[in-house]
Structure formats: structure tokens, C-alpha cells
């Protein structure tokens, strides 16, 4: 038995164009056996195998034959991998996974209003440092970065994005400059994986609990990136809730490998007690024969690869000068002030977003790699599926 390392964020090592050339040619040969050819017509017919959609890709035939003899690992059938009943079961989870992101990405526009409002507090006061805004208006230690979870944006890369958000404005209005610098840290300074820690009934919990904290580390920073762009314009794009709809699934890979356990001091993840002790469990993949025992010592995990299209609606709106936000703030405190309700409680801050903008629908095709443990495995046996990446079709240079 021979181990590898998987990549950071992978149970599996993610497949290479060699090792798939190789699955192929193991497929053909296996099809000149009757029973196997049989079994290979049946995947055609019963939608398991989508010929019309791999077909499509650079070096489909290859991909599809890859497929076939993948899907017949022994693994998969001695723990009841069923294909079709998991391609069943992905397109509702999939247009769940897309509502809660998107719905994380719009909280980005209460903590900018949030910002801009605590900005406008600060120029009213005597303020000589340069300290950045949480997401309520208060400043926040640079420091408080250097004990940041797995998941969260790092110093570094907060740093070398308000670089380039600087470079990309050309604002020479040291006024302007300051104040976008200030909005911007509130953005990334507004932690996804804290407050998953903090409130676990929260948008940013439900995402954490569907992708790997390398994808969630991913997704953070590309939709803060994507929001600090469009704010530089005059309009935004938010996203309609609940308006995600998969409309086709197609399977691109299936396999399924044999881990060892391995045992060993660590710090942060996958923790046992056993004696007293803290132990971890690891795993390394080793090569499958039919020979190995799976026992409590080994365990099995699964990759899959899914080609799907999602459609979404977005509400195209405008933005409202940053002034607004004051005068928006000053007519609550007023209408507060004259009513029972107390003070403390009028600190809302409503998005400055006009509503009845106009919606627009857009359909993306993307790849996303799921991955679970089938036996034993960190999570205690129970299955979970993870999405570990998501990416545009490169295999299907039409769908680009």
C-alpha cells in the first residue's frame, strides 16, 4: 500500500488528466467482457452515464469510459453508492447552497451602511489615529487578526486587496480616499467564520456547515472582493432570495478511495479522547486491493464531480449618496426622540438601496467537487457531503 497527500481542502487529491487516461483505458478493456458492456448500456439508458452532455467536453469518450469503470469500484457498492439517487437528492441541496450565499453576500450591505454611518460619526469628532471600523461603526485592533479561525480572511490578504482597491480607484481626494479605505476594512474586517462561531443559527453558520473551511475561506473573499468593485458604482446588484433553480445535473467523476488511520499528536482538528489523551485521527489514502481488510483502523471516503447549470435572479438598484445615510440616521433619532420607544433601540440602519429596482436573471454553468466519507472517518461515521470547490467548465470550452 502506497499513501499520497492530498491538497489542502481535498479528502482526495483532485484527479489528474494522467490518472483519468488511465481509468479509461481500464474501462475499455473491461468492456470486452459481455457482463461489463451489459452493465455499461444500462448506465446509458438509465441517465447515469449523460452521453449528449460528456460528449460536449475536450476528450469526452475518455471522460465517460472513466466514469463507467469508476463507478464500478467495489467500495461504492459494499457501502450503496447509488448514482442516480444522489444526483436526486444534489439539486436541492445545490440551490440551497446558492440561496444562503447569496443571502450572506447581501448582509455585506447592512455592514457598509453600517460603516458609512459610523464614518459620518467619526468626522464629528477629534480623531488622530487610524484605526478601522467593525461592522457597528467601532474601531478595531489590527492585531485582533493574528488569532483569526480557519475560514477568515488573513491580515496579509485584507492588506493586499485594499492595495488594489486603491490603485483601481485613482481617488486623489485624500477626504474620499480615507473614507472608501474605512468602508472597505468594515467589509473585511467583518469576520464570516466568527460570527458562524458566535450564532450558529446565523446565514453564515448554515454556510460553514455546507463547504470545507478552505471553500468558505474562498467564497469569503471573492464576494467582499466582487462587492468593493461594484460599490466604486453608481448601481448594485443584490440578490433575490430563494431565487436559485438548478436546472440540469450531470455526473463528470465518481471515485471512491481506502484511507488508513494514522495516530499522532496534533492541535486544531479532528480531536479523540482516548486515555486521557488527545489523539487525532488522520488518514492518509492508500491504494485499494482486494485483499486490504476494511476494519475500525481504515476508512473509506468519496469524491464526486457535478456539472450543473443555476439560474438566479439579481435586483439591480441604485445607491444613495453617502450623505444619505446621515440624514436617514438623524430622522430616526428624531422620530425616536418624540416616541415611548427607547433610545438605544434606534440604531437600525435600513439599506440604502432602492427596492423597486430593476431584476435581471442570469444561468451559470459551473463544475462543483463534492466529497464525504463513506466509512468510519473524522466525522464518526456519519455521512456529510462537503463541497470543496466550485469552478467554471474548463472541460466544456463551449459552456465557457
Known sequence: ?????????????????PEMFCSAMNGLFSLLHEKNRIVFVNSLENGTLQEEVLSQATAGQMMMISLFHDLQNPLFKK?????????????????N???????????????????????????NKTDDDNDSFDDNGNDIDDNDNDNSLIGDITKDEKKSLLSA?????????????EKQKKDAEAILNYEWMKEAERNPESVAASLSRMVTKELFQINQLSSKTAFLLQSQSSKNIMFRE??????????????????????????EENKDIINGKRIVREYEVVDYYDDVEIDSETAVAAQIDILYDVTQEFILTK??????????HNSKEKDTSTSDTNSSESTEYTPLLDTDGESTQTTIVSVVTLEGWLHNGPDDGKLRWRLASYRPPYEFRGLL
Open 1 to 17: 500500500m502506497t499513501a499520497r497527500k492530498a491538497l489542502a481542502g481535498f479528502i482526495i487529491q483532485p484527479r489528474t488528466m
Open 79 to 95: 457501502y450503496k453508492f447509488d448514482p442516480l439517487v444522489f444526483i436526486e437528492g444534489l439539486a436541492p441541496a445545490l440551490e
Open 97 to 123: 447552497f446558492h440561496n444562503v450565499s447569496g443571502a450572506l453576500e447581501n448582509e455585506l450591505y447592512e455592514i457598509n451602511n453600517k460603516a458609512l454611518a459610523g464614518h459620518e460619526r467619526k468626522l
Open 165 to 177: 482597491l486603491r490603485i483601481m480607484t485613482h481617488n486623489d481626494d485624500n477626504m474620499d480616499s
Open 242 to 267: 430563494g431565487s436559485c433553480e438548478i436546472n440540469n445535473i450531470a455526473l463528470l467523476s465518481a471515485r471512491a478511495c481506502l484511507f488508513k488511520r494514522k495516530e499522532g499528536f496534533t492541535t
Open 319 to 328: 445607491s444613495l449618496p453617502s450623505s444619505a445615510s446621515t440624514l436617514i
